[in-house]
């Protein structure tokens, strides 16, 4: 039977990993006590050395799931002993102090705010010396609240231990011998879930503090009586009082020494049960037969959430197995995969296209500045629609102008801007990669992939822009223009100039709609001029009649009252836009006209048509060297990027957190690894079940 225990309480903690609910629970046994009852001190006459935390104030924090693994020594092998915290990935450790601290760390570790954590440490112990159990050390109970235990601290305590005294568990409550049993929280509560005894322990500490006779009398256990019985023991275990490698040794001999002293009421002919070799062979029969009665039950109940998991992943996944890694490699591909579809959207056409509209915006605003708030610009339409006029004729005025809107165009920044364009895109494209599935899932890998690719982009933008800027500098000087261009640059202008046509238009429309139709809009429009006249008036005056003492001006009534602001406002935008409508008809005019039709040397009377030509000329040339500088580049480098610094160095336990981090997948796994887990357990279980005596199979569900 002795394997039986063995092999149930790895089960037991295979199954504690798949889930904590109670349905798979195999029972352990709990230790519970109040404080200073000496439960520490039995424990660790149990595992045979000192390593639990100690210290004034040094109370568990943290449930301990403790559990022991026998490991035989072989003839003249040198016992092993050694502990391990199985979540913490510290390995084997063989100095027991060291087991000390670190759960001194892990109570500490406890904000002071929580003051108890119901978040279980594992800590495994293997040697010769510990018989196979599973205990489980909860804080003690807390008998007076003082200041820096608040009262909330004792009922935390009690939840804590009700959570673990529930049934399969096995319930060890340690009394003191000098302390009333009629005291002994322990004791209450397990009377409270376990009235009857049947699955309560007794363990009587500190029997050398009373009269050996009164100590038999608490072991017959009339008072409080318990089916299981109570066990007297004297572990003292004060760390100074012990020498530190001889600690189980001198404390078995001080348990012996005093039980030994009184035979009389102790001895092999009482039925009183002592000593904590008793106290260690009672806790196995009793989680053996306890272990025992739970295996049928328990292979039921892993049949069934078997089966359960075993449909769930068939409906929800069809049987397929994911891993990890396979996500990871997936992702990488998805991700490389998409990034190729995105750079259609900048093949050449399109980024010429995108330049061209950029420098289209220039242009008008060059036009704007130069042309049309040009008081003279209706003369200039003129010129164009007089077929007597011949180009040489015309006013050098206008040659410079064009000269300088030219040179405006082709010397504001073209390198720069159009680098910046089409690398803000590449920037939104990676963006968007990155906010969307499965990235925003991982926002740490998403901040690391914008964070290359813009670092990419930054070393590139420089280089790029100024290649741009020169290879577009001889336009900055001359510019010839071939017939066939100067048509498509007509026609092209011609297109800007009826959508912004079009757009005054339906400006004007909204005006006209919001303040109420065309006629409020021209008294309106009309008001505004005189307003605009009167200021005039007023300027002039007020220059005539410097230096004479000024006439204080009747004060009248602010005139703008007459109308709401907001109307006067649109009023004025109103009026820009039909001034712009004229001019922008009037160039309309001239560029249909037989002037402008007939060629490039009309450049100084059709500058829009000349302009397009040049912006046209810019793009090409800027699209041209941004593919090779920047895109090429761009391309060629992204993807090896992601290979060589987005998931490159992530260890096995980072792949997995990286994974899990996506839902869908984080679900998959875990349903995979459930089933997994179960089948691997019932495999177990099954074995077990040819060793018992009575196989009785579970019995099957539908
Ligand atoms: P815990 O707070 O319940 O874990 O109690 P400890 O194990 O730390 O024991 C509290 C105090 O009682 C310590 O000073 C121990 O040395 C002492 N103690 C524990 N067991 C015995 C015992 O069997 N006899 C005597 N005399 N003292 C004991």
């Not at 078997?306 to 049987?319: M, P, R, S």
């Not at 339906?506 to 006249?533: A, N, P, W």
Request: hydrophobic residues 35%; glycine residues 6%; contains cysteine.
């Amino acid at each position: 039977l002795m394997h039986l225990t063995k092999k149930l309480i790895e089960i037991r903690s295979m199954l504690l990993s798949i889930d904590q609910s109670d349905a798979l629970k195999l029972p352990s046994i709990v230790v519970i006590g109040s404080q200073s009852s000496g439960k520490s001190s039995v424990l660790e006459a149990i595992v045979g050395h000192e390593f639990l935390p100690k210290g004034n104030n040094m109370v568990t924090r943290r449930p301990i799931e403790l559990t022991l693994i026998h490991t035989p020594t072989e003839k003249g092998e040198k016992p092993v002993e050694y502990g391990e915290f199985p979540g913490l990935g510290l390995g084997k450790i063989s100095d027991f102090s060291d087991i000390q601290r670190t759960l001194t760390d892990l109570n500490l570790a406890v904000p002071a705010s929580e003051a108890v954590s119901n978040d279980p440490i594992d800590l495994r112990i293997y040697s010769p010396n510990v018989p196979d159990l599973t205990l489980i050390d909860l804080p003690g109970y807390v008998q007076i609240s003082s200041l820096d235990q608040p009262e909330s601290l004792k009922e935390k305590i009690a939840l804590l231990c009700d959570k673990y005294i529930r049934e399969p568990n096995i319930i060890l409550a340690v009394c003191a011998a000098d302390v009333d049993l009629a005291n002994s929280p322990a004791l209450r509560a397990g009377r409270k879930v376990d009235p009857l005894g049947l699955r309560t322990i007794g363990v009587i500490t500190k029997m050398d503090l009373v009269p050996p006779e009164l100590g038999a009398s608490i072991l017959e256990g009339n008072r409080y009586p318990l089916h299981l019985g109570y066990v007297g023991v004297v572990a003292k275990s004060s760390g100074k009082r012990w020498k530190k490698d001889a600690t189980a040794v001198v404390a078995q001999r001080g348990e012996n020494d005093y039980f030994g002293a009184h035979k009389e009421v102790f001895g092999a002919s009482s039925s009183l049960m002592v000593g904590t070799d008793t106290l260690r062979r009672r806790l196995m029969e009793v989680l053996e037969s306890s272990m025992a009665s739970s295996l049928h039950g328990i292979t039921n109940a892993v049949q069934l959430e078997l089966e359960e998991a075993t449909y769930q992943f068939k409906v929800q996944y069809n049987d397929r197995r994911i891993t990890a890694e396979s996500y990871v490699a997936e992702t990488i591909d998805a991700l490389k995969l998409r990034f190729k579809e995105f750079t259609q959207q900048f093949r050449r056409p399109i980024i010429r296209a995108k330049l061209k509209t950029m420098l289209d915006d220039k242009v008008m605003d060059v036009l704007e500045q130069l042309y049309w708030l040009d008081k003279r610009a209706p003369e200039l339409g003129a010129l164009a629609a007089d077929p007597k006029v011949k180009p040489e004729d015309v006013e050098a005025y206008w040659r410079h102008k064009l000269e300088a809107a030219s040179s405006l165009l082709t010397k504001s920044g073209v390198g720069r801007d159009s680098t910046l364009l089409v690398a803000d895109g590449l920037r939104s494209l990676i963006d968007s990669i990155a906010s969307g599935e499965p990235f925003n899932f991982h926002p740490q890998a998403a901040e690391r992939l914008v964070e290359f690719s813009h670092a990419l982009l930054r070393d590139r933008i420089g280089v790029t822009s100024d290649q741009v800027e020169n290879c577009i500098k001889p336009y900055k000087y001359d510019i010839e223009v071939e017939p066939r261009e100067w048509e498509q640059g007509r026609e092209q202008a011609i297109r800007l100039f009826e959508n912004e046509v079009t757009m005054c238009e339906s400006k004007l429309k909204d005006i006209r709609k919001k303040v109420g139709g065309g006629r409020r809009l021209g008294h309106l429009i009309g008001y505004v001029k005189s307003l605009e006249e009167k200021e005039k008036e007023k300027k002039t005056r007020l220059i005539e009649s410097a230096g004479s003492p000024s006439v204080e001006e009747p004060t009248q009534e602010p005139e703008s009252y007459r109308y709401p602001p907001g109307q006067i406002i649109d009023a004025r935008h109103a009026m820009l836009y039909s001034d712009r409508l004229n001019i922008l008809k009037l160039r309309l005019m001239a560029l249909k006209s037989k002037r402008c039709r007939a060629g490039p040397e009309n450049d100084v009377l059709c500058p829009e048509a000349f302009l397009n030509v040049v912006a046209d000329k810019l793009a090409y040339t800027s699209a041209m060297f941004i593919n090779i500088e920047l895109l090429d580049h761009f391309f060629y480098q992204f993807p090896r990027e992601i290979d060589s610094r987005l998931l490159y160095d992530l260890d096995r336990r980072e792949i997995v957190e990286f994974a899990r981090e996506n839902p869908v997948v984080r679900r998959h796994l875990d349903l995979q690894e459930r089933k997994d887990k179960l089948e691997e357990v019932m495999k177990q279980l099954n074995s077990l079940s040819t060793l018992r005596a009575d196989p009785q199979p579970a019995p099957r569900r539908h």
